[in-house]
């Protein structure tokens, strides 16, 4: 309608000026009506990076624009949620925020947290694995608990996000659950779980800890093995790792979280139509096939949601993170 509009207008030899600005004005009002920019803040080829890509995907059908995921890495995930939250409130930047979002700030490393943006919806949530080189001397997690235990501190090296990212929580939280303290085992800082195994891989690491489905395409290629994950059950796309619960007798779980969000105060003319875009995103046949086919965890919060879901996480990780000496003030 618009274009046949704008022909007529074109073609009218005696219209005014004005009548030619009005439907660039008109057309301005509607979103989107350009390219939108998914800011990812954590690598790519990892499972941060894959979920933004699946969700970009089914939403540029969706809105009938482009969605360009952008990875905006450093500073220990600050850089790209810095990116996302100072980005103009005009719908045109979104990105996938992440768990570290209620965990960087009692670090002193920003004062960016949950408040920072518009929630739009809560899309993934998932454990972390244990995950060792393939031709680890160490054929399970007792045996390297073992190790860890009988080695002094700082022989072990372990990476998997940066320094006090959920993934490096997951390991302090295991070492003090085994009686050791939480820098018994040296944290490598990486850019995401995806550099973090290349570098498992490659024997600059000794352990990796992140999720196994982003530990995937180095246990298909036969590089790696997990050893157990830290989830009250065992993730049923991986049925053969089992839980710390089942082998050391270490009842402790953690996880990490993805979700879409925007700079704070977006307006209603965007948030109307990307809330329901998401869901449709969520809901979609492809969506869970390629979540399912990579063992990601699949949970839902709408934008209420999704903030109460912050919220917490916010109170419940700057308690673990001082009781791991992690946090700063």
């Given at each position: 309608m618009a274009i046949l509009t704008r022909r007529h207008l074109l073609a009218g030899s005696g219209l005014a000026a004005g009548g030619l600005l009005a439907v660039p004005a008109i057309a301005q009002g509607r979103y989107p009506n350009r390219p939108i920019q998914m800011v990812v803040p954590w690598g790519a080829g990892g499972g941060t990076d894959a979920t933004a890509r699946i969700v970009a995907t089914l939403l540029e059908k969706d809105l009938g624009q482009p969605v360009n995921v952008v990875n905006r890495t450093g500073g220990s995930g600050v850089v790209g949620h810095s990116a996302i939250a100072t980005a103009q409130p005009d719908g045109y930047t979104i990105?996938?925020?992440?768990?570290?979002?209620?965990?960087?700030?009692?670090?002193?490393?920003?004062?960016?947290?949950?408040?920072?943006?518009?929630?739009?919806?809560?899309?993934?949530?998932?454990?972390?694995?244990?995950?060792?080189?393939?031709?680890?001397?160490?054929?399970?997690?007792?045996?390297?608990?073992?190790?860890?235990?009988?080695?002094?501190?700082?022989?072990?090296?372990?990476?998997?996000?940066?320094?006090?990212?959920?993934?490096?929580?997951?390991?302090?939280?295991?070492?003090?659950?085994?009686?050791?303290?939480?820098?018994?085992?040296?944290?490598?800082?990486?850019?995401?779980?995806?550099?973090?195994?290349?570098?498992?891989?490659?024997?600059?690491?000794?352990?990796?800890?992140?999720?196994?489905?982003?530990?995937?395409?180095?246990?298909?290629?036969?590089?790696?093995?997990?050893?157990?994950?830290?989830?009250?059950?065992?993730?049923?796309?991986?049925?053969?790792?089992?839980?710390?619960?089942?082998?050391?007798?270490?009842?402790?779980?953690?996880?990490?979280?993805?979700?879409?969000?925007?700079?704070?105060?977006?307006?209603?003319s965007v948030t109307s139509v990307l809330v329901p875009a998401i869901k449709r995103t969520f809901d979609n046949n492809e969506f869970k096939q390629f979540m399912n086919q990579r063992g990601f965890g699949m949970i839902?919060?709408?934008?209420?949601?999704?903030?109460?879901?912050?919220?917490?996480?916010?109170?419940?990780?700057?308690?673990?993170m001082r009781g791991a000496g992690l946090a700063r003030g």
């Open positions: 990105g996938m925020i992440t768990v570290e979002i209620t965990m960087m700030h009692w670090q002193g490393l920003t004062q960016l947290n949950p408040t920072s943006y518009t929630p739009l919806a809560l899309m993934n949530s998932d454990p972390p694995g244990v995950q060792v080189k393939n031709d680890s001397p160490y054929a399970d997690i007792k045996a390297l608990a073992d190790a860890i235990k009988a080695q002094p501190a700082g022989t072990f090296k372990a990476s998997g996000t940066g320094q006090g990212g959920i993934w490096h929580l997951a390991l302090v939280g295991w070492l003090q659950a085994m009686g050791l303290k939480g820098d018994h085992v040296r944290w490598v800082p990486s850019n995401g779980a995806a550099p973090a195994m290349q570098e498992l891989a490659a024997g600059g690491v000794d352990i990796v800890t992140c999720s196994v489905p982003e530990a995937r395409a180095m246990l298909d290629a036969g590089r790696a093995k997990s050893l157990a994950i830290m989830a009250p059950e065992r993730n049923p796309q991986f049925p053969n790792v089992p839980t710390l619960n089942e082998t050391l007798g270490i009842n402790y779980s953690v996880g990490a979280w993805r979700g879409i969000a925007g700079p704070k105060n977006l307006p209603d839902y919060a709408d934008p209420q949601g999704f903030a109460q879901f912050m919220a917490a996480g916010d109170r419940a990780m700057g308690e673990a």
